[in-house]
């Protein structure tokens, strides 16, 4: 009955997500209504980052939430206020506008007038509370709230048996304990690592699943950025190195069981192992990135499919529409378990490395 | 922005939110969790080495408990042959005795007898010469005046005494 009521409200949380991402959809597609729809700038504005949250078109009219832009420049000093000042971008504001061609597209710089850059101007210091930051926040909000929660719950009577929230996120957490971090890192020194890795593994994957669900304040693509992902991807590196021991270093600097021409003269080995330093946290900040960007872009790509029968005539678009909705359906539920498997996978191999760099010399 | 490019202000307030967090979660959520997770699983791993302890335990008992009973029945079948033993020496003893006893009582009631007997016979003699002294006596008194009864008498009684 209670597996039953789960399973009912993945698929309920399934049909909305669709739908929702499909109203979308036609509200862009009916905003573009002046020229032919563009799925590719149009799937490209959804997962790239943003400084308004754009909720809905009417009537070529864009209605977004305004996110706080916080800038910095020599010249004028600190600068905080609302992203609706630029007019979705139309508009330059206290001698700021968003570039909308060449290399820094999508930037705020330094601008002359409404339509024209200054060149000479460096771009200012960015730290505004884009799009993605908000969700940002909103996601490591819910984690404190859930986890604050469970947390007291489990000070008050530790010896309970968990409910509600408790219940579900108690298999995750001794998932992540007893099949992530106790085999990776050893019996003996797992604990120590608990904090990051639970934090790591929750942070990932409550962004991933907010991610998917398109109601404002959820639905950034946060995992799916590659700034995310590599600050992730550092955290990880500052974990994994700050924990090394002598045999870590040693194993990287003057590597046992290798011949010595391999080190001397040519430090060959020594060089591919202070490389591999680096490599690793990249490539946990790629796969993240673009499993997560990937699975955006088939959900958007399969709503578009939509617009783009619709240009060739009507009943077309209604058999487009089906099987577009069933597509995206069935890659929204594929897409629950990316964010699963991808906060696993980014969780397990941290710890894989955390566990190869204090492990004991044997 | 740029889909691989990465933005400083988002890379910030990434590694911002990444590290409150942390500490928030690290300290109020993760230490209490661990911690109550850590101590169920003892509590588990104790319980089942107290039950596999108390089965053992239980198994120990079940042989004593047999020991007891199969001794017990060895001793009250024991108990039951002595005192059957005991039984058949006591009733033994009291036949003998009683027959002694009664073999003494017995004795000295034939004594007795025997005394009583002689007693009663002394006695009967006694009487019988002094109811012949007065018998002697009246049938002198009476007959003395006629002297051929008495004569007669006399000799009669003289050969009764003869006879004697």
Redesign the interface.
Do not use: H, Q, R, W
């Given at each position: 009955m209670k597996l039953y009521g789960i399973k009912l409200r993945i698929c309920l949380f399934a049909l909305l997500t669709a739908a929702i991402s499909m109203q979308s959809v036609f509200a862009a597609g009916a905003g573009g209504g002046d020229g032919e729809f563009d799925p590719g700038s149009f799937i490209?504005d959804h997962?790239?980052?943003?400084y308004d949250w754009h909720l809905f078109d009417i009537n070529g009219k864009q209605y977004s939430v305004p996110l706080p832009v916080?800038l910095y420049t020599r010249d004028k000093g600190l600068n905080i206020f609302l992203s609706d000042k630029f007019d979705h971008g139309h508009a330059a504001y206290r001698g700021f506008r968003i570039e909308h061609e060449g290399p820094d597209?999508?930037?705020i710089v330094v601008a002359i007038d409404d339509h024209t850059t200054d060149q000479e101007a460096a771009t200012p210091?960015?730290?505004?509370?884009?799009k993605?930051?908000f969700g940002?926040?909103f996601a490591?909000a819910i984690?404190?709230w859930i986890?604050?929660t469970?947390?007291?719950r489990?000070?008050r009577d530790?010896?309970k048996p968990p409910k509600g929230v408790q219940s579900l996120f108690?298999p995750l957490?001794?998932f992540v304990?007893d099949d992530i971090v106790k085999p990776a890192i050893g019996e003996k020194k797992y604990?120590m690592f608990?904090?990051?890795t639970?934090?790591l593994f929750f942070?990932i994957w409550i962004n991933n699943m907010l991610g998917l669900v398109p109601i404002f304040p959820m639905g950034a693509n946060v995992t799916g950025?590659?700034?995310?992902t590599?600050?992730?991807a550092?955290?990880s590196f500052l974990a994994i190195n700050l924990s090394g021991n002598k045999h870590y270093w040693q194993h990287i600097f003057n590597t046992p069981h290798v011949p010595v021409f391999l080190k001397l003269p040519i430090p060959i080995m020594p060089v591919i192992e202070l490389v591999g330093i680096f490599t690793k946290p990249f490539v946990l900040a790629i796969r993240l990135f673009a499993n997560i960007?990937a699975g955006h872009i088939i959900t958007m790509g399969f709503f578009c499919l939509i617009f783009i029968f619709a240009q060739v005539s009507a009943a077309f678009a209604y058999g487009g529409t089906v099987l577009a909705v069933a597509f995206g359906i069935f890659i929204t539920f594929l897409e629950m378990l990316v964010a699963l498997i991808q906060a696993y996978v980014f969780t397990l191999l941290t710890s894989l490395f955390i566990g190869a760099a204090v492990e004991d010399a044997h | 922005m740029d889909l691989i490019t990465p933005d400083f202000g988002l890379f910030f307030w990434m590694l911002v939110t990444f590290a409150l967090v942390f500490m928030i979660l690290k300290k109020f959520a993760w230490k209490p969790i661990v911690q109550a997770l850590q101590e169920r699983e003892e509590n588990i791993r104790e319980g089942l080495e107290n039950a596999e302890e108390a089965k053992t335990e239980l198994a120990n008992v079940k042989v004593r408990s047999d020991k007891i009973i199969s001794d017990a029945i060895v001793e009250r079948d024991q108990l039951i042959r002595q005192g059957r033993e005991l039984r058949e020496k006591i009733t033994a003893e009291a036949r003998n005795h009683a027959e002694e006893e009664a073999k003494k009582i017995l004795d000295s009631a034939r004594d007795l007898i025997e005394e009583e007997k002689a007693a009663a016979l002394s006695q009967i003699k006694i009487q019988i010469a002094s109811l012949s002294v007065e018998i002697a006596e009246r049938i002198l008194r009476k007959k003395i005046d006629d002297d051929e009864v008495q004569q007669e008498l006399m000799t009669s009684l003289l050969d009764e005494f003869k006879l004697n």
């Open positions: 490209f997962i790239a980052d943003a916080i597209k999508g930037k210091l960015n730290l505004s509370i884009t993605n930051v940002m926040f490591a984690m404190i986890f604050l469970i947390g007291s489990y000070k530790p010896k108690e957490i001794l304990i604990v608990l904090p990051y639970l934090t942070f950025n590659i700034s995310v590599a600050g992730l550092l955290t960007t | -």
